[in-house]
């Protein structure tokens, strides 16, 4: 079954650079989650999108914006990388349309980022 | 606010012996609670869902979680752990209506030989 896809898997940046973190949902699924996992951390809620419409922003800095496009895949936009951006970002998906409520993320394998 | 708090950062068990992981949430409205596991270097993978259906869940690999209104809570269990069973768990939480996960802070899990 295919499953949500990102890339790059691996990012190696310097500090004041950017990064652009892209996401494939699962065909079908029409919402996108970012999650952000520091070292050691739990992963932590950054922002979502149903339907190419921004849903939810969780701590999302202001140097962080993203987008769903029209093959809602999504891309999360870094600018002025600070050294505490490394760190490990997930992407999740589901199929919102209809449900109740309950709706089950499928998360990616991530792209781990590291801020020189 | 809503949280999730996992007791214990680390547990270790023994092979074969029970596994105990605990979650609590902290909200009047029950949420829709979920059990996910990490390996090193790798995503999330789901072990088991409630979604206000039974109260004891079966998820992977032999875990399973019984969901407990009055105690507000959603512990995972398995009766004889495997070495391949070392791992991270995080329990999350989930709202109708808000869709986002909030996650516990994680337990890592030990087995020992």
């Known amino acids: 079954a295919a499953g949500v896809i990102q890339s790059p898997r691996h990012l190696i940046k310097e500090k004041r650079e950017t990064a652009t973190l892209k996401c494939y949902p699962i065909p079908r699924h029409d919402t996108v989650y970012w999650y952000q996992q520091g070292p050691g951390q739990d992963p932590q809620f950054l922002i979502s999108?149903?339907?190419?419409?921004?849903?939810d922003k969780g701590s999302i800095p202001d140097r962080f914006s993203a987008q769903q496009f029209s093959d809602y895949h999504s891309e999360l936009n870094m600018s002025s990388l600070e050294l505490g951006d490394s760190a490990l970002y997930f992407c999740?998906?589901?199929?919102?349309?209809?449900?109740?409520?309950?709706?089950?993320?499928?998360f990616g394998p991530g792209t781990r980022l590291t801020v020189l | 606010a809503q949280s999730v708090t996992q007791l214990g950062s680390h547990v270790s068990v023994s092979e074969g012996a029970l596994v105990l992981l605990r979650c609590n949430y902290s909200s009047s409205v029950p949420p829709y609670l979920f059990w996910y596991v990490q390996y090193p270097n790798q995503g999330l993978q789901l072990l088991l869902k409630y979604t206000s259906a039974a109260t004891l869940v079966k998820g992977i690999n032999g875990f399973e979680a019984e969901f407990k209104k009055s105690e507000t809570s959603f512990h995972l269990t398995k009766p004889s752990a495997h070495m391949s069973d070392a791992a991270e768990y995080f329990c999350a939480v989930s709202y109708s209506g808000t869709y986002k996960y909030i996650f516990g802070t994680g337990t890592r899990l030990k087995v020992l030989a």
């Open positions: 999740a998906s589901s199929f919102r349309s209809g449900t109740s409520g309950y709706n089950e993320q499928f």
């Open positions: 999108f149903y339907e190419k419409m921004q849903s």
